[in-house]
């Protein structure tokens, strides 16, 4: 993706509010905290920062573990996954990111449900 998108939804610190946005959902999810406890929540949110920042295109590497690795040992179903990706979807929204900067986000992050499911 060009670096456009990260650069209009506002840069790093659009992409850390929407992170912490996303986590405070997930986390007040009874379904999914359970996936997260005992998870190095600081590192864990400084990764995703990073990789939300990469799949907007911004210029920011990406040091943490391959998504089909990172998720191996969770057992994460389908049903989590799509949750999860909704979280992911209104946190971008509810920060102001425009629809079709959402929608070239979420079609990439679609992509990832194999992986992360272990399928
Ligand atoms: C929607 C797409 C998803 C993306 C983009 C994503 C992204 C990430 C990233 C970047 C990491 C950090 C890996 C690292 O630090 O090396 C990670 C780890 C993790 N993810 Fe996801 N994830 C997704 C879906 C999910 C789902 C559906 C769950 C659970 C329901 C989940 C639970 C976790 C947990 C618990 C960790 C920490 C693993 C550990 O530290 O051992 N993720 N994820």
Redo the contacts with the bound molecule.
């Keep these: 993706m060009s670096q456009s998108v990260y650069r209009e939804i506002g840069g790093l610190e659009a992409v850390e509010s929407v992170v912490d946005d996303f986590y405070d959902r997930v986390l007040s999810d009874d379904r ?1 905290v359970g ?2 406890e005992g ?2 929540m600081e ?2 949110r400084a ?2 920062v ?3 920042s990469s799949v907007a295109g911004g210029p920011v590497e ?1 040091s ?2 391959d ?1 089909r690795e ?2 191996a ?2 057992d ?1 179903d389908e049903e ?2 799509d ?3 909704t979280y ?1 979807e209104q946190a971008l929204r509810d920060n102001g990111v425009a629809d079709d900067n959402v929608e070239a986000i979420m079609a990439q ?1 679609v992509e ?1 449900k194999d992986p ?1 499911i272990g399928r």
């Design positions: 999914l996936y997260f998870m190095e590192s864990l990764h995703q990073q990789f939300i990406y943490g573990a998504m990172a998720h040992h969770l994460i989590a996954f949750t999860v990706g992911l992050v990832l992360v």
